[in-house]
């Protein structure tokens, strides 16, 4: 334990305390000592040993309150609902206190399948909802509609799904039940619900076969089929996607993604690279490499004006080109080999090192077929000059453009340029600092920044757009520093009200520290785990909350997962999953490391990998419970959780709701990154 906790909490030091306290096992000996708090234990990640501090000597109903908490995370559902039963018999408790633990229990009955004591709760429940928000009121109806599906009363359940989802129509786990609920009765209308889960939430999996097999039995086989690929592809090897999809392609043959999409990009681009304006020179800034295309067979490129091919590093032109013709590099799988051909097929030119292409005036660009994993549609323009780099897998595309030129790519890409001004710049001001402390960052593979959210989004001239051209030349030259350097900015979409500190939650960077939006309370020490729970499921006022600059479902969120697809997920199999397991949390409630506990073993996922893991979620700020099947087995891991994105630095819906009303693009700056300095390059 005590290795554990060293490792996972190197730089807590909230909880510095707990390994040196003589309560804690191996800690100094003393008389008489005083414990260590039970939910320090907690969220340095010995949830275990919290569970037994929480339940041993005289725990008032507010420690139970947090115990049940630690049930659901660790599976022991039955034994959360045993305390919540106790809970709601304590006349001593607040009657609003009891009425939330009355509503916990309810849930819970319903989560563990104990239908009867469920539906003799839902009277008292519902009436002590009667002033709630609607938020409380969809959830409620929800699991309410989950009870009569479970217990055979089909059209109830239908009723309140429906009156679920017309309070609150942003829940994709709710239309999927519905759906899944009205496949047989009403085909279409039950299409319709699974499109709409689909459509909310595109990493909702689970949609993807019951909707497929209500197009297979309208013999919409092509449209069937593409679903599947998506769904095959996340859960390989499940025999029942795996039976629909052979199913699919029997009937309509050909036309899937072949490879790396090589069949689309063979195509003539029709449409004409526009002219743009360059920006004005600033020499300090230089350019700046972005890796648009990695491992890739086949790039299309189309010219907006006159260029040439060249060797890297040589100057001397190997092929002119004339304005809108549109060249195909290929990469050869057996000799590595770069070839370069005309629309003909003609070979132009063939190389073993990196080829350059270089429009010879600035204000021309290039459209690249295919950009995004080489799918219909994805065709992107960029300005500068594009390198093709053959490597061991596959061809890497890069762009190379001046650092101003590739910001008006990016922001507009980040942030909606009919967002507030002051907003805009601070946007830009972060992305500038972010890219010069970023650069060489993937030197090894030939660029400095990735062209998607692993670095920053980046969606070339298409994206361009006025508003946000203004906000970069208006702060041009003007960046975050951290000590000499520049800052490496890191950003998000939405932090739940609640920014983490980046040493804790990835072990570097001490300029980005755990920040409260400006209109909730700072803190000085972990919340309990009731209110922890609650602050999740509740969607507190803040300026991340700000309704035309924000949508609910990146504030607050949940999602119901099947266990076998996070299996899927791991990097090894754990076997039937029995629990997942918080193994340390930050100060906003972000896990920094959990446990997927399985039949065959424990997998470890830290950091960032944990959103992934879990199911595609949409930030690792969230709890844990789970819905048992009949046979006490887990069918659903249930998480409801807040934000949008890693929580670091910059909140972009917060920084638009405070420039909403009056703060400058410096205020939100030095809200966001309090350590660090704004200068001039």
């Given at each position: 334990?005590?290795?554990?906790?060293?490792?996972?909490?190197?730089?807590?030091?909230?909880?510095?305390?707990?390994?040196?306290?003589?309560?804690?096992?191996?800690?100094?000996?003393?008389?008489?000592?005083?414990?260590?708090?039970?939910?320090?234990?907690?969220?340095?990640?010995?949830?275990?040993?919290?569970?037994?501090?929480?339940?041993?000597?005289?725990?008032?109903?507010?420690?139970?309150?947090?115990?049940?908490?630690?049930?659901?995370?660790?599976?022991?559902?039955?034994?959360?609902?045993?305390?919540?039963?106790?809970?709601?018999?304590?006349?001593?408790?607040?009657?609003?206190?009891?009425?939330?633990?009355?509503?916990?229990?309810?849930?819970?009955?319903?989560?563990?399948?104990?239908?009867?004591?469920?539906?003799?709760?839902?009277?008292?429940?519902?009436?002590?909802?009667?002033?709630?928000?609607?938020?409380?009121?969809?959830?409620?109806?929800?699991?309410?509609?989950?009870?009569?599906?479970?217990?055979?009363?089909?059209?109830?359940?239908?009723?309140?799904?429906?009156?679920?989802?017309?309070?609150?129509?942003?829940?994709?786990?709710?239309?999927?039940?519905?759906?899944?609920?009205?496949?047989?009765?009403?085909?279409?209308?039950?299409?319709?619900?699974?499109?709409?889960?689909?459509?909310?939430?595109?990493?909702?999996?689970?949609?993807?076969?019951?909707?497929?097999?209500?197009?297979?039995?309208?013999?919409?086989?092509?449209?069937?089929?593409?679903?599947?690929?998506?769904?095959?592809?996340?859960?390989?090897?499940?025999?029942?996607?795996?039976?629909?999809?052979?199913?699919?392609?029997?009937?309509?043959?050909?036309?899937?993604?072949?490879?790396?999409?090589?069949?689309?990009?063979?195509?003539?681009?029709?449409?004409?690279?526009?002219?743009?304006?360059?920006?004005?020179?600033?020499?300090?800034?230089?350019?700046?490499?972005?890796?648009?295309?990695?491992?890739?067979?086949?790039?299309?490129?189309?010219?907006?004006?006159?260029?040439?091919?060249?060797?890297?590093?040589?100057?001397?032109?190997?092929?002119?080109?004339?304005?809108?013709?549109?060249?195909?590099?290929?990469?050869?799988?057996?000799?590595?080999?770069?070839?370069?051909?005309?629309?003909?097929?003609?070979?132009?030119?063939?190389?073993?090192?990196?080829?350059?292409?270089?429009?010879?005036?600035?204000?021309?660009?290039?459209?690249?077929?295919?950009?995004?994993?080489?799918?219909?549609?994805?065709?992107?323009?960029?300005?500068?000059?594009?390198?093709?780099?053959?490597?061991?897998?596959?061809?890497?595309?890069?762009?190379?453009?001046?650092?101003?030129?590739?910001?008006?790519?990016?922001?507009?890409?980040?942030?909606?340029?009919?967002?507030?001004?002051?907003?805009?710049?601070?946007?830009?001001?972060?992305?500038?600092?972010?890219?010069?402390?970023?650069?060489?960052?993937?030197?090894?593979?030939?660029?400095?920044?990735?062209?998607?959210?692993?670095?920053?989004?980046?969606?070339?001239?298409?994206?361009?757009?006025?508003?946000?051209?203004?906000?970069?030349?208006?702060?041009?030259?003007?960046?975050?520093?951290?000590?000499?350097?520049?800052?490496?900015?890191?950003?998000?979409?939405?932090?739940?009200?609640?920014?983490?500190?980046?040493?804790?939650?990835?072990?570097?960077?001490?300029?980005?520290?755990?920040?409260?939006?400006?209109?909730?309370?700072?803190?000085?020490?972990?919340?309990?785990?009731?209110?922890?729970?609650?602050?999740?499921?509740?969607?507190?006022?803040?300026?991340?909350?700000?309704?035309?600059?924000?949508?609910?479902?990146?504030?607050?969120?949940?999602?119901?997962?099947?266990?076998?697809?996070?299996?899927?997920?791991?990097?090894?199999?754990?076997?039937?999953?029995?629990?997942?397991?918080?193994?340390g949390r930050g100060i906003s409630g972000r896990?920094?490391?959990?446990?997927?506990?399985?039949?065959?073993g424990t997998v470890t996922v830290k950091g960032?990998?944990?959103?992934?893991?879990?199911?595609?979620?949409?930030?690792?700020?969230?709890?844990?419970?789970?819905?048992?099947?009949?046979?006490?087995?887990?069918?659903?891991?249930?998480?409801?959780?807040?934000?949008?994105?890693?929580?670091?630095?910059?909140?972009?819906?917060?920084?638009?709701?405070?420039?909403?009303?009056?703060?400058?693009?410096?205020?939100?700056?030095?809200?966001?990154?309090?350590?660090?300095?704004?200068?001039?390059?």
């Open positions: 334990m005590l290795l554990r906790c060293m490792k996972i909490c190197p730089v807590f030091l909230l909880f510095s305390a707990i390994i040196l306290h003589p309560a804690f096992p191996g800690g100094r000996k003393e008389p008489e000592p005083e414990r260590v708090p039970a939910l320090n234990v907690f969220y340095a990640g010995l949830v275990e040993d919290a569970a037994e501090a929480f339940q041993s000597g005289k725990a008032g109903w507010k420690e139970k309150a947090q115990l049940v908490v630690i049930c659901w995370e660790l599976g022991e559902m039955n034994r959360a609902a045993e305390l919540l039963e106790e809970l709601v018999k304590d006349q001593d408790i607040p009657d609003k206190e009891r009425d939330e633990l009355r509503l916990q229990l309810f849930y819970t009955y319903c989560l563990v399948n104990s239908y009867p004591k469920a539906a003799a709760l839902r009277g008292p429940v519902e009436r002590s909802l009667q002033g709630a928000d609607n938020r409380s009121k969809a959830e409620f109806y929800f699991y309410s509609a989950l009870m009569y599906q479970e217990t055979g009363n089909a059209e109830r359940a239908v009723e309140l799904y429906k009156r679920s989802l017309d309070i609150n129509k942003w829940r994709p786990v709710g239309w999927y039940m519905l759906g899944v609920l009205l496949r047989n009765s009403d085909p279409k209308e039950a299409e319709q619900c699974l499109q709409t889960c689909w459509e909310q939430d595109t990493s909702f999996t689970g949609a993807l076969l019951p909707l497929a097999r209500l197009l297979m039995n309208r013999q919409e086989w092509r449209k069937a089929r593409d679903y599947l690929i998506t769904a095959n592809a996340r859960l390989p090897g499940d025999r029942e996607i795996a039976a629909a999809l052979a199913e699919t392609r029997t009937h309509a043959p050909g036309g899937g993604v072949a490879g790396d999409g090589a069949y689309l990009i063979r195509r003539e681009i029709r449409a004409r690279p526009p002219k743009v304006e360059p920006a004005a020179a600033f020499p300090r800034e230089g350019s700046i490499r972005i890796g648009l295309i990695e491992g890739r067979s086949l790039v299309s490129v189309k010219a907006g004006g006159a260029f040439t091919l060249h060797i890297a590093g040589n100057r001397n032109s190997l092929y002119n080109g004339a304005a809108q013709e549109q060249i195909w590099i290929e990469w050869g799988r057996g000799n590595g080999l770069l070839s370069v051909q005309d629309k003909n097929g003609k070979t132009l030119v063939r190389s073993s090192t990196p080829l350059v292409y270089e429009l010879l005036d600035r204000g021309d660009t290039s459209i690249v077929a295919g950009v995004v994993n080489g799918a219909p549609g994805t065709n992107r323009t960029y300005r500068g000059t594009l390198e093709f780099r053959p490597a061991a897998g596959g061809m890497t595309v890069v762009n190379i453009v001046p650092m101003e030129e590739y910001l008006y790519g990016v922001i507009p890409a980040e942030m909606p340029a009919s967002w507030p001004a002051e907003a805009l710049k601070a946007q830009s001001i972060a992305a500038r600092s972010y890219s010069l402390g970023n650069l060489g960052q993937f030197a090894g593979r030939g660029f400095d920044l990735f062209g998607t959210p692993h670095s920053m989004a980046y969606h070339g001239v298409g994206a361009e757009n006025a508003k946000t051209t203004d906000a970069v030349d208006k702060t041009r030259g003007i960046i975050l520093r951290g000590g000499a350097q520049p800052l490496k900015a890191y950003f998000s979409a939405n932090h739940g009200g609640y920014s983490e500190d980046s040493l804790t939650l990835w072990g570097y960077d001490a300029y980005m520290q755990a920040i409260p939006d400006k209109l909730v309370s700072l803190r000085t020490s972990p919340l309990p785990l009731n209110e922890l729970y609650r602050w999740i499921r509740d969607t507190p006022t803040s300026y991340s909350n700000v309704p035309r600059y924000s949508y609910i479902s990146a504030y607050r969120w949940e999602k119901w997962v099947r266990p076998a697809e996070i299996r899927r997920r791991l990097s090894s199999d754990p076997g039937e999953i029995t629990r997942i397991v918080s193994r896990l920094v490391e959990l446990e997927v506990q399985g039949s065959r960032d990998a944990i959103w992934n893991a879990m199911g595609s979620l949409r930030s690792s700020l969230f709890t844990i419970r789970y819905k048992l099947a009949r046979n006490g087995s887990v069918e659903y891991v249930v998480f409801q959780g807040a934000g949008y994105g890693h929580g670091i630095g910059l909140d972009q819906h917060g920084a638009a709701g405070m420039a909403s009303v009056g703060f400058s693009a410096e205020d939100i700056l030095r809200h966001y990154y309090p350590r660090a300095a704004l200068d001039k390059l």
